[in-house]
């Protein structure tokens, strides 16, 4: 299993970005797939998790109305479009596959201990 993701970088306060993971060895049409962010000396902290076919999406109210999820299943891949962001989303980003503590599906899509694989992360800077 791996999962590989692109995208970051730096961002002006109020710009957009779009991460990217490429996924691989599984059948990823059948599993929910996250997102996690995690700052130096924080807890690894849930974003968003999409379920199986793009079924529903659930957001932590940090991001909510500001990062949106998705997913192409036939290019496996997923995203995080991310708008308005702040200097506070300044982080390393993760994505990662929820395991059989959450059913494979979003159940508990946001809690970093339900995942089991995960990405190396990406850093998104927002500075100006």
């Known amino acids: 299993v791996q999962l590989v993701e692109s995208g970051g970088g730096l961002v002006q306060p109020g710009g957009s970005l779009r991460l990217s993971c490429a996924v691989s060895g599984f059948t990823s049409e059948l599993y929910a797939l996250s997102w996690f962010r995690q700052v130096p000396g924080k807890e690894r902290e849930g974003l968003a998790c999409?379920?199986?076919?793009?079924?529903?999406?659930i957001y932590a109210d940090s991001v909510k109305g500001r990062f949106s999820v998705s997913r192409d299943d036939a290019k496996k891949m997923v995203y995080l479009q991310m708008r308005s962001l702040e200097r506070e989303d300044t982080a390393v980003y993760y994505c990662?596959?929820?395991?059989?503590?959450?059913?494979?599906?979003?159940?508990?899509?946001?809690?970093?201990?339900?995942?089991?694989?995960w990405g190396k992360g990406i850093l998104v800077t927002v500075s100006s």
């Open positions: 990662a596959r929820p395991g059989p503590v959450s059913g494979f599906g979003c159940s508990q899509g946001l809690d970093s201990t339900a995942m089991d694989y």
């Open positions: 999409v379920e199986m076919r793009a079924r529903s999406s």
